[in-house]
């Protein structure tokens, strides 16, 4: 096949576009006695042929040996143009996703910054209204609670005299709201579920703002032409929406906190304390242990100088109810982490184990049930750490690529010599007292509870400075917040985990003591505890009895 004897053509639906060995395109019909053809998909809507002309003493009999030459050439070329289609789609993708997220970056903090209806519907109008979207006009419906109406949050564009909420009661509205996934309509005329119910318009956006539990409202673009939205456009607004429905949802809790106050926030500890089984109910317990240890405190000569008045010990309830809020934003991977590693993370590892001992003079089971045993270690014994550390050192192969048996963020992880969070994951379950702070500092709470948030944030401080977020020391943490931090450790450490099973009391005392020993919690304070641990615990099943939804009635927990 060479001096020209066997040109060949590629064609693109159709028409000749290449041609090696040969001066023009003629007779590379395909279907002739001498040319033989090939397929070839150049994308999902346009195909060609890869096209040879076999020479003229060519016999008959070398025919197929052609076709299969030919086959083998044309599946070459189909595999580069496959690749570079990937490789095209992988690059669309990641860019897309890069704009996605910095979408995210920087709405998250403009529409998030408010708990108010107005502020944020607000902020998410000016956002599309910065992203130049098309479309003159724009509205956001929200939804009433407890119904299916939608009512006009805020708007931009509507003419004078505009009727917007017959658009909120058109089918076409109605059946996006119940979808709960945006549409674009670009011909609003040709649209069966659009009677005009807004003359003039052409085309139109509908998003809905959808929180975890409903549709909260729905977000509008439109205008008077026809074919302005692409998918991109649907794709943007929904991330700007979904940003916002978290957002309208606690706005919507927010306005009805000043007449359901108690209730508001009991859910909310609940619904915090629901996202892990292990700690259910671990903010109601804390609640009232903290309350019958304050109670019984301020009744015994021991404080003369403390007396903690009915406010006060509501005070001390509330916020041991919501001293967790904050763990809403800790992933919930980190929040119930249970071992060092995920089960994927150990499948991979196991292979990757697997294959070295098929490769080697390595006994990979004896080696796997060391990190077996390490990742499911609170404290792994220092002959494991170290026989992990030598693990550490070695590699697996694939042909001539060489690979470590255990990648740097495997080891750092496993190399913990307490605990399974990381560093890095540590920070993030540290912010949670003050990022409760920063929620509840919107909640218009009634006078007499000037010190809550303060309790709150600082129930993880510890009387060394070791505590956190503010590492203070001794009497600036407030008394009440040492009260909190002791019944806070004992609640947790008489529960079962997801990473320990529940101490007994006993246990959970000498966890206490040797925290007020090495000058962690206030000494004085967990001496009274546990010389009065029988007396508090009943207090606090009476605190659990007497409570109720109505605020003011919490105060006759000081009758007991």
Known sequence: MTNGDCPFAISYEGEIVI???????EGFESGTDRTIAAAIQFDNFHAGELLLKMPEWCAEAERESYQRLLSFTAFSIQELIDNERARRSIAEEALSKYRELALLHRSVPTINTSLRLRDVVGALINECRRENYPGELGMIFLSEPGSNHFRLAVQFGLPFGSNPQALADSALFYQVANSEKGEIVNDLETEERWQDELPGLGSMALIPIVSPNRTEGMLILASENKGLFEAAHRKSLATL????????SNAFNFEGIQTLMNAILQALAEAIDSRDPFTAGHSERVAHLAVAFAYAMSRDSAFQDVLFSDQDLREIYYAGILHDVGKIGIKEDVLTKKTRLPKRRMDVL???FQLLGQTSDFNWTEAFDVIRQVNRTMSPEKELLERVRDLGKLNWSIGDE?????YEDELDVLLLEYGNLTPDERNEIQRHPAESERILQHIPLQEGYANLLTIIRQHHERMDGSGYPDKLEGDAILLQSRIMAIVDIYDAVTQERHYKPAS?????????TLESEAGKLDNSLVSFFMENLERIEMLSERVKSTR??????IGNIATL
């Open 241 to 248: 929406a979904s940003v916002a429905g978290i957002s309208v």
């Open 504 to 512: 007994t009391r006993s246990e959970a005392m000498k966890i206490l």
């Open 350 to 352: 196991k292979a990757r």
């Open 548 to 553: 109720v939804t109505h605020l003011s009635e």
């Open 402 to 406: 060489n690979s470590p048996l255990l």
């Open 19 to 25: 041609v090696e060995g040969a001066d023009c395109s």
